[in-house]
């Protein structure tokens, strides 16, 4: 039988603009859990939404993705340790327990904490999600509670059950006083590096742009569907810091017979207004880089002297000629 995708949820406006802090692409981990018999714990936080496999089974029953502990038999609750990928302001999270209907937990916590290791026990954490009731196969938003920057999050259930998916809405805080004056990577993730908008994204998936690494396939980058119109596509994104920029690498990772003719880079200082507004701004943006011809499979750089020198940019909008896919884009530079 075919696998059955879980359905996207709108998000509430807290969540708009902020970057998933416990996805993998970050550098987020799952460290230790009281129990993941039927899932274990790492699937909860993959980044693609999860699916449901009518007739897989594997050793221990039904096969789930997500993490989902064994029926407890004693009192307590399960609960899971999370390590971001750094240091982090939290909005909010979305517990998604997608595809578990008889399985999923009665209610959920989140607890977070700063430092190198988190605690050994319940001390030390703070609570900045409380208790929340979950109900079956949905999507459960609720706002943190309690400021703070955070490295590590223990995500309680209770009091036993399966979670689809944790996704964990707010702001990387980069140590930009570490990184000096120096060239650093402006548009990563891990950085604040965040999309913006773009005009279609039919394949794979956008936010892989600016993830570490490169491209493991070709679902792991942007990807647009066959242009059948006069035009060009185009991504927006929006850096982690205003800087002036050195170096751009536009990644044509996995794609060999679907990536662009050519790609250029228009770039702007917008201190005001709205995302959409920023969108309809960017028509008029100056060239940083003329539209290059692309090659398959490749990483394409280019340095101050292919750039135009327009001075401070906070943002930049990818444009690719006529359609295809990008892997991944970097951006580098000095913060101004």
Request: hydrophobic fraction near 40%.
């Amino acid at each position: 039988m075919t696998d059955i995708v879980a359905a996207p949820a709108p998000l509430p406006d807290w969540a708009l603009g902020k970057i998933n802090l416990a996805s993998p692409r970050l550098g987020a981990t799952t460290l230790r859990c009281t129990d993941d018999f039927f899932a274990p714990m790492a699937r909860m936080l993959q980044d693609a939404p999860a699916v449901f496999k009518p007739d897989v089974y594997d050793e221990n029953g039904k096969w789930m993705d997500g993490w989902e502990s064994i029926r407890r038999r004693n009192a307590g609750h399960d609960w899971c340790i999370i390590r971001l990928g750094g240091p982090g302001r939290i909005a909010g999270v979305d517990f998604d327990t997608s595809h578990f209907t008889g399985n999923y937990p009665r209610a959920a916590s989140l607890w977070a904490a700063e430092g190198p290791t988190p605690p050994e026990d319940d001390a030390g954490w703070t609570e900045i999600v409380p208790a929340t009731t979950l109900s079956g196969n949905a999507h459960t938003f609720a706002e943190a509670v309690t400021d703070g920057a955070w490295t590590h999050l223990r995500l309680n259930i209770f009091p036993d059950g399966g979670m689809a998916r944790l996704r964990v809405y707010g702001d990387p805080l980069p140590d930009w006083e570490a990184a000096g004056s120096g060239v650093v990577e402006l548009s990563a993730l891990r950085n604040g590096g965040r999309v913006l908008g773009y005009n279609d994204a039919h394949y794979g998936d956008v936010w892989a742009l600016l993830s570490e690494g490169r491209p493991v396939n070709m679902g792991d980058g942007w990807e647009t569907r066959r242009r059948r119109e006069p035009g060009n596509d185009w991504l927006i994104l929006a850096l982690g810091a205003p800087g002036i920029i050195e170096k751009v690498e536009i990644d044509t990772g996995h794609y060999r017979g679907n990536y662009p003719d050519r790609a250029g880079l228009q770039a702007a200082e917008v201190r005001f207004g709205t995302d959409d507004s920023i969108i309809t701004q960017s028509m008029f943006w100056p060239t940083l880089l003329e539209p290059q011809k692309m090659h398959p499979a490749e990483i394409h750089t280019f340095g101050a002297e292919a750039l135009n020198a327009i001075g401070t940019v906070t943002h930049l909008k990818l444009n690719i000629f006529p359609d295809g896919g990008i892997g991944r884009l970097r951006i580098w530079g000095r913060r101004a």
